[in-house]
């Protein structure tokens, strides 16, 4: 009878660990979901003060060329705001092409190493 209950106490406590392990499991999931969340809204404010950055370095120079016309600062602005836009997207294609081509690599020799297991195993 001591051995049943000292059984019954180690279930118990396997089971009250393995609910715990589940839970923190599901706690640890969403901890990281808002991580990444908060990830993108830190890249999102980056790019945006970036932005601002490069925009406001642009116009103290093109300020002194047109003069202080309402008009032509709006044009500029937009011409600015357009130009880093168009930047900023090529600089990305080519970081997204790098990506892309090393993962075409890491792809040929993943299936280069399956081919090689499954020769082994045929």
Do not use: F
Not at 20 to 43: I, P, S, T
Not at 52 to 76: F, I, R, T
Not at 79 to 100: F, G, I, P, S
Not at 102 to 110: F, S, T
Request: glycine share 4%; net charge positive.
């Amino acid at each position: 009878m001591d051995l049943r209950q000292k059984e019954a106490e180690r279930n118990k406590t396997i089971l009250e660990q393995k609910t715990a392990g589940a839970r923190l499991n599901g706690q640890l999931a969403q901890a990281k979901a808002a991580l990444e969340q908060l990830q993108e809204e830190v890249r999102n404010m980056r790019r945006n003060e970036k932005e601002l950055q490069a925009v406001l370095h642009a116009l103290k120079k093109d300020v002194k060329k047109c003069g202080w016309e309402p008009a032509k600062m709006d044009a500029l602005l937009k011409q600015t705001r357009e130009e880093y836009n168009v930047d900023y997207t090529k600089a990305k294609n080519e970081r997204l092409e790098k990506e892309r081509a090393q993962l075409k690599q890491e792809i040929k020799a993943l299936r280069g190493q399956l081919a090689g297991v499954n020769a082994s195993q045929g």
